[in-house]
């Protein structure tokens, strides 16, 4: 089952660095899936990102950022990436398993059955 606590740390720690506006998503996804305390995480993407930690946290660099990894900003235009297909990009990135990630590329690669 694990911790109880360990994913309320998590959405704090996200928070505090504004989430998606910044890289709190990415660095909660390393501690999730890597078990990483929270300055390895920071390191972690922002050698990935090739930006530095500090950079992590400033909501101008990040949507930058983001744009052009095409990992999933707040707002942006209509063709921007969201949902599962922005988590298959920063599973990618940051060489991670998302289980969410798995069952979406399980469904694309089923073969289809008739209608009954």
């Not at 720690?13 to 501690?31: K, P, Y």
């Not at 946290?57 to 969201?82: F, H, W, Y």
Request: hydrophobic share 45%; net charge negative; with cysteine.
């Amino acid at each position: 089952m694990g911790d109880p606590f360990g994913m309320t740390t998590a959405h704090v720690m996200a928070s505090g660095m504004c989430g998606i506006r910044t890289a709190g998503d990415l660095v909660a996804w390393m501690q999730l899936t890597r078990r990483m305390k929270i300055d390895e995480a920071k390191q972690y993407v922002a050698g990935k990102l090739g930006i530095s930690v500090l950079d992590l946290s400033d909501e101008e660099v990040m949507r930058q950022v983001r744009e052009d990894l095409d990992i999933g900003i707040i707002s942006g235009p209509a063709d921007a990436t969201k949902g599962v297909v922005a988590r298959c990009r920063i599973a990618e990135l940051l060489d991670i398993s998302i289980h969410s990630v798995n069952v979406f590329k399980e469904k694309l690669n089923a073969p289809l059955t008739p209608a009954a």
